[in-house]
């Protein structure tokens, strides 16, 4: 990494994936010059901390982005719609973490250990996907490479910091207020999530899908670069605090054994393999919180069809799934000499 320092601002500072993503520049070191924190006008006085030094946090505005280099964002798509083509005015480049531009064909969608040679700043944004979608595409970043993928049929079980910090509320308050004998009450969900399985995360669509299914469709799709792929997701919200997992089932365009997948695995960037069933050892949430690999277990043959595949993916969600891609997508950036 080069010794120049790079101007950063973090737009939704004072949120779940803001937050994080303080702490992973913080952890890996990135070369920060001057760090802005940015959120609404209701965060104006908290201070945040960065390498021990308190930060205060501003309130975001039109002119919050001149003479930065980099901004990561994570306030939603409607602020991502609004200020980041202005920060990009700014000559500031932008990494959003929202789904305001993952579609857009002249923005690239970038998970590093899977497509860094599309990274390209013409357009002043890059988008980090999404987080189910980050996580899946790490694991079968591998297999695709070896043997094509032809369809996969993915199931998720996401935990609830993926809603942002208050649906982490939520769940505590209804866990608290369900084991003292009380009512629960809800506000982020439409249901109790405490002790209960949502399959519903984001608004349906008429074709009977919810808006983060085929976001799974439709960013594996460009990430790898694959129109061809067949994807049909599920998406489930449980009571999880922290960490995603994915039933993941794949049919490759090539045979594959499940010895070669688990090499391949075992060596793939960005992946920890945790596949001893025996021993009772495969991925679980609990262990991915706070780590930055993927893991894969539960790896074994989908007897249906004749090159199919079973796994488990499990990452945490705030991390790889947001602020960590972010930083990366930002590292590789640096190492280009792009900001
Ligand atoms: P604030 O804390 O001031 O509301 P989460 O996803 O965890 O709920 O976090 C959302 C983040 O986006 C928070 O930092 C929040 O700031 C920020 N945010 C939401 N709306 C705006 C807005 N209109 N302008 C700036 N920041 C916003």
Redesign the pocket.
Known sequence: MQDKAVDVAV?????????MMIRVLEERSFPVGKLRL??????VGKVLSFHGRGIA?E??REDSFAGLQLALF???A??SRK?APIAAQHGCVVVDNSSAFRMDAQIPLIVPEVNREAIDVSSGIIANPNCSTIQMVVALKPIYDAAGIKRIIVTTFQAVSG????AIEELRRQVKALNSGEQASWQVYPHQIAFNCLPHIGAFLDNGYTEEEMKMVNETRKIFNDERIGVAATTVRVPVYYGHSESVNIETRRPVTVDRVRQLLSSAPGVKLIDEPSEKLYPMPIDCAGQDDTLVGRIRKDPSVENGLCLWVVADNIRKGAATNAVQIAEVLVERGLI
């Open positions: 737009v939704g500072a004072t949120g779940a994936v803001g937050n940015l959120a609404s006008a209701r965060s946090v309130e975001l994570s306030a939603g409607g602020v200020f809603t942002g910090q208050k």
